[in-house]
């Protein structure tokens, strides 16, 4: 048995940024109706109240001082205390930040979001002391207090694991001005974002006799044409423009790395990435053995490029052909029946899983199509905890749509699951584990789907989707893995980050995956700066979670659909359990071990499984053709 997994371009979810905003919106867009948009209401009900409210969390944020040297006599209150404050300001960049992705040219929307993350910044600057004194007090007297006190409870994990990090835990004048340096820190990100998004001169050509932008959302629309040299015109021109401002995104780039070294120097971490993925205690063995197993597995994806030159029938296989279809499916779906495939796709899951859906369907939860000024891309924001998740999608109808839909949903019921089953303190998961939710998700709609395909035109395309999916999700972001620690170690070793030496880096990486050199996918100079585009590489080693989540999303999905004894009671468990241990025994105890090879292995053999099955229909249809005369 195999489990089709499909595609996700870019991270999701409230961890992180997903992608650039864009005045393109999609052509052929429904109009939209009350229910396609999102309810902010539920937040706050007017701008009054966010104003009001955003002046009386302010100064909370300041009264967090009281603590500072009294932990020790009252610890249970100021951990309630800064939990308090800590819920209202996510509640607080939940509804600005939400306005001002639905249309990035309001300025006064962009600025209340800016106060917000000011304010997050200012709470961790404040609360600093918090760690250094819980080290001061020692783990004898946290224990004595964690049995005698069953109101700290809901801090023990906070406790014990701020108990562990006491070797990387700095003095309390030191943490406060580490935390206050957060905002500058963040400044190559957005400057990476406001480039991108609003200043780069982005080209306009023409496709199909009409002018097509391509900003990050045109781009993203028209690499999958199926006229192979407008495919090649749009990579030309997209990259082309990028190229233009290298220097300047890679002194960005620069930054942000050099970013991340200062805070691990600091903390007495010997690399960025011990550093990063310390802060899950998550092993390194993990990531060493992602990038260790995928390359050994990259045959199996130049099997993939071979089928894919074979079936778009072209005998020269390039970069610029990634994106089309394997087989073109000439349908689209409308918003209600990417609800209905979900809904009927997560039935093995049981009652818990699909009554959140429904919930949230009803519930004007998500932000639908595109329009002039939305934020491209998708994510889910959970950051309003007593309220419910907010989803932002640009649905245009095609099947990578439903697969995000799907994809964003397994957020949302992650979330919402967590929040009924934890205390505000150990509700907030893991990117680490928020990946495996959500690609979940997909893997559930697209086992759904081909199975009720009507034919093999229809089977071939969801098995094309669940292959480019794999490469997507699987070994695209190993390769950005890659890449990310190499730059990374450059700057470790004093090197400087330049523009040219980012793209030689990538080009390097990108062609060994992709088999340029044994002949299997060309990869042209001028896509070396294609590490430019991608908004990832600002939130230190954010993308191998995405490779590591669809191993483990396949194999918990595949119990799940065999019926296996207790998969679904794990699985529900694992959701449940939200940030209540770190990620990588929660994930363990759900049966799912990412630092050995075997999720990354048996992905790969997967992938073969879909191929064979794909050259079982290609070998029949050959059989069925009338002989040539």
């Known amino acids: 048995m195999f489990i089709l997994l499909a595609s996700l371009a870019l991270p999701s979810g409230a961890q992180a940024a997903d992608a650039a905003a864009t005045d393109t919106a999609a052509a052929g867009a429904p109009a939209e109706r009350a229910e396609d948009t999102w309810d902010l209401s539920h937040v706050y009900p007017s701008v009054e109240a966010w104003e009001a409210e ?33 819920k209202a300001v996510g509640r607080l960049h939940t509804y600005a930040s939400n306005h001002s992705s ?23 600057e404040r609360s600093a002391f918090f760690e250094p004194e819980i080290v001061a007090i020692g783990a004898a007297k946290i224990e004595r207090a964690l049995k005698r006190d069953p109101g700290l409870a809901p801090h023990a994990y906070f406790l014990r694991s701020t108990l562990r990090d006491a070797a990387h835990t700095l003095d309390a004048p030191r943490e406060a001005l580490l935390a206050a340096t957060g905002t500058v820190r963040e400044t190559p990100a957005r400057l990476h974002g406001v480039l991108v998004n609003a200043d780069l001169p982005w080209p306009t050509i023409q496709v199909d006799g009409e002018p097509a932008r391509l900003d990050p959302s045109g781009y993203a629309q028209h690499r999958s044409s199926s006229d192979r040299e407008v495919r090649k015109a749009v990579y030309d021109a997209f990259y082309g423009a990028l190229a233009g401002f290298e220097d300047t995104l890679g002194t960005s780039l620069d930054g942000a790395v050099q970013g991340h070294w200062l805070v691990a120097r600091t903390r007495g971490y010997d690399s960025s990435m011990a550093a990063s ?43 610029h052909d990634m994106y089309p279809p394997l087989v073109a499916l000439d349908r689209t779906w409308t918003v209600d029946e990417a609800e209905a495939l979900t809904l009927a796709s997560a039935r093995p899951v049981g009652a818990p899983y699909t009554e959140v859906l429904e919930r949230g369907f009803a519930g004007r939860w998500t932000d639908v199509y595109p329009r002039p000024g939305k934020r491209a891309g998708a994510y889910m924001d959970d950051g309003a905890y007593d309220v419910h998740p907010y989803l932002l999608l640009n ?32 509700a907030n998961y893991s990117t680490f584990l928020a990946e495996i939710a959500s690609t979940f998700g997909e893997a559930l709609l697209l086992d759904h789907v081909w199975k009720t395909a009507k034919d093999d035109d229809e089977r071939l395309f ?5 292959l480019e999916g794999l490469r997507g999700t699987y070994f695209r972001q190993a390769q950005f893995a890659e890449f990310e620690l190499a730059v990374h170690t450059q700057v470790e070793r004093g090197e400087p980050l330049t523009g040219a030496g980012l793209s030689a880096t990538y080009l390097d990486i990108l062609r060994r995956y992709y088999g340029h050199d044994a002949g299997v996918t060309r990869i042209d100079d001028a896509y ?16 191998y979670q995405y490779a590591t989540s669809i191993a483990a999303a396949s194999l918990l999905a595949e119990d799940v659909l065999a019926g ?3 998969a679904v009671d794990r699985y529900l468990g694992l959701l449940r359990a939200g940030g209540s241990d770190d ?5 363990r105890a759900a049966g799912v071990d990412l630092a050995s090879p075997a999720p990354y292995d048996s992905l790969a053999r997967r992938m073969d499984a879909i191929m064979d099955e794909i050259e079982a229909i290609l070998a029949r249809r050959e059989r069925a053709e009338p002989a040539k005369p």
Not at 103 to 122: C, K, N, P, S, Y
Request: charged content about 20%.
């Open 54 to 86: 955003m002046t009386r969390v302010e100064a909370e944020v300041d009264a967090l001082g009281g603590c500072e040297g009294v932990l020790a006599k009252r610890l249970r209150g100021c951990l309630d205390q800064r939990a308090t404050v800590s």
């Open 102 to 124: 639905a249309d990035t040219r309001d300025d006064a929307w962009r600025a209340r979001a800016q106060r917000a993350e000011i304010l997050w910044t200012r709470l961790a």
């Open 277 to 319: 993925l310390d802060g899950d205690h998550v092993p390194a063995a993990v990531y060493t053995t992602l990038v260790e197993s995928t390359r050994r597995n990259l045959p199996t994806l130049h099997r993939y490029l071979k089928l894919r030159a074979r079936l778009l029938d072209v005998t020269d296989l390039a970069y």
């Open 395 to 426: 649905y245009t109808g095609d099947y990578e749509s439903v697969a995000t839909f799907a994809h964003e949903w397994g957020h949302a019921v992650h979330s919402s699951l967590a929040t009924a089953a934890q205390p505000y303190p150990t």
């Open 462 to 466: 969801y098995l094309g989707s669940a």
């Open 528 to 543: 070396a700066v294609e590490w430019a585009y991608i908004p990832h590489f600002y939130y230190d080693f954010y993308v």
């Open 564 to 566: 296996k004894p207790g």
């Open 583 to 587: 990620p990588y025994p929660l994930l």
